[in-house]
């Protein structure tokens, strides 16, 4: 039995995840999700994050975005954006459905953690999804143009803004949701998820005490790179890394995992920069394709990145 | 030119408005609307009377319900059942867009009463129409089985509890909104609409003021009869009226606004009613047609309400 915790984005954790839930048992599975992509959109609580692994999981997503439900339709956006009212956010009548269930429970005093974990059992799925935090955490993006939110700089203002710095707003009184804590120390392998370092890794390891503790259980933690051959797969990370000065590759990745992964799962069109990567930051490097195309691919890439955590590579 | 004020609850004062806007111009008319009936719905902000009223003027209305709009789809209400999610309260995709441009709105500080301009001017009417206050007030219903806010008691618990009274949540502190004092004062005639007396006409007087600035101006006032012939015509009004111990019947009704109308639109049916009703109340009754049937039923009883109301019928 191999119990693994996840540290989850959206769309590329996402991925990861669910070439994870057929290599292992899912019950086996924890997925940490970030919440500060979340929003308070029209009075709705919407969490991007936790809908996305949630709806890839249960093989609903829209297969063509990564995102949002397949079958999507826009009656109420369409009529919104008739009003002239805020239709930005991209919300389809199918997806409004989840925020409503979210948004009601919240309302009626029940934490974001339980709400998960009940929308996650409606969906049929055996793994344990929950949030970093049941508390407020708001990624805010300091830019040329002023401070905003995340959705409103990336979605709103479609992340034209050059980003100086990220600031993750409730960080220093959040607290870990129930079974975070436990899930990272009685796992036998954590796993950073191909996500955007910043925009989701961060905040989550923004919470207190958590980052402390990924690194304390360093030797059973495996990093696989969001980057490959200096490209996001998916999502701002390039222009955000880029923005604020690192290098857009999976050297500048991996030198922000160094003191929290003893492994680190690099693409192999990233092959050459092996050497660097482990002689610079310490880590074992583990090279395989890491682009998940199909099931296939991603069940390749979990078990490939188990392997090499458990230290049978 | 005659200018009017309306005291509205939902249906039956919407049906009454559509006539009214065709036998005087619009840009003369004033609805003051009940919100009484206001719901937090999922976190969205529902005004059912207001949009009931906005619905039937812009000719959106659901021609048979006589709420909601035509065309519409419940493809968010349908998955929301399927999460088992708060599914009782009837929200069309269409609707939705309206609760949640409202929700945005308020959302960012604007009072009800100017989401409203902006939603009516936005369906193109030039009638005014404002909630009768912008502060919180909601009817709340006591039952033998304990209290429950209306759209509770109305929709969820499907009017079955036997009614003992209502109160007016939020009434004590409750301002009018801009202009409907200025209304009242300055309209030519005040017509209380067919509506609930006890539910949309009440709530509405329980703003601090209202009544008495009604009753101060009582030779202008027309109330119109929402029953005929011992029946509502549309909601709960007679059971409610029958459950708290009153006629269910056009006198009972009369007896309610003895002080705050000189004139009484009696359906032609109850007819013989009116002598009981002049000597008991002091009202002059007016006799007509009251059942709203089509555009020209709802233009003759307007037509009929104003010329009692100024003298000339």
Redesign the interface.
Known sequence: MTRVAVLAGGVGAARFLDGLVRVVPPADVTAIVNVGDDI??????ISPDLDTVMYTLADMVNPETGWGLRGE?R???D??S?????DWFMIG??D???H??R??W??QGNPLSTVTRD?VK?AGLELFITPVTDDRLRTMVDTDAGEFSFQDYFVRRRAVDRVHSLRFDGAETARPAPYVVEALNESDVIVIAPSNPFLSIDPLLSVPGLRELVASNRSKVAAVSPIIGGEAVKGPAADILQSMGHDVSALGVARLYEDLAEVFVLDETDAALASTIESETGMRVHIMPTLMTDVEAKMALAAGTLKAALHDG
């Open positions: 308070e959109w029209a009075g709705l609580h339709s009656r109420t956006l009529r919104l008739e009003l002239g009212g805020p009548d199918l409004l459905a989840t409503l269930f948004t009601h919240l309302g929308l409606r």
